[in-house]
T-cell receptor, first 114, second 113 residues
């Protein structure tokens, strides 16, 4: 299984809502990433988890809260988002955070904040 | 940190033509260079990569070349087909212990039938 899955595919939320994005991989990868991607732009790194511990936070606002419950699962909790947070949110994984090798991306969650 | 420049931003070709996308990087210690294809509504997918100990790698209609001295690498697609139409991103790793790719700005490839 060489796949990263993400749910939901689409999400529409108001600025006062709380929602969560979910990412899962069963490749035994120990590094997992959250990216934000705006239209016609490259992915922009948000967080990196290495061996289930948060290793990198790219100064992301606290309205985004990541969680790694186990080595296969990565969540992104959303609260009090702004319309400018509307984007494609991508999850990715690699074998280890230090390995220079294939980074597998999920299909993304298209988020719209009203 | 690493800086990756990618050109062109848009490339329009006729079916059957070749397409070339070029990237330059700044960190001479970078040693891994992947290329991703992103179709509309999907996540990026690795299509080919090259490590700094080789100069060229080929996989059917796609190839990547690397010039370490000049610090640039290129993606070559031959006999383009309409299904090659997508956004292509190059990347190079930032220095440090964790693998954090720095992406180029992307090239929108349009293949006209």
């Amino acid at each position: 299984d060489t796949e990263v899955t993400q749910t939901p595919k689409h999400l529409v939320m108001g600025m006062t809502n709380k929602k969560s994005l979910k990412c899962e991989q069963h490749m035994g990868h120990r590094a997992m990433y959250w990216y934000k991607q705006k239209a016609k732009k490259p992915p922009e790194l948000m967080f990196v988890y290495s061996y289930e511990k948060l290793s990198i936070n790219e100064s992301v606002p606290s309205r985004f809260s990541p969680e790694c419950p186990n080595s296969s699962l990565l969540n992104l909790h959303l609260h009090a988002l702004q319309p400018e947070d509307s984007a494609l949110y991508l999850c990715a994984s690699t074998h280890r955070d230090s390995s220079r090798g294939e980074q597998f991306f999920g299909p993304g969650t298209r988020l719209t904040v009203l | 940190g690493e800086n990756v420049e990618q050109h062109p931003s848009t490339l329009s070709v006729q079916e059957g033509d070749s397409a070339v996308i070029k990237c330059t990087y700044s960190d001479s210690a970078s040693n891994y260079f992947p290329w991703y294809k992103q179709e509309l509504g999907k996540g990026p997918q690795l299509i080919i990569d090259i490590r700094s100990n080789v100069g060229e790698k080929k996989d059917q209609r796609i190839a990547v070349t690397l010039n370490k001295t000049a610090k640039h690498f290129s993606l070559h697609i031959t006999e383009t087909q309409p299904e090659d139409s997508a956004v292509y991103f190059c990347a190079a790793p930032t220095s440090g212990g964790s693998y954090i790719p720095t992406f180029g700005r992307g090239t929108s490839l349009i293949v006209h039938p």
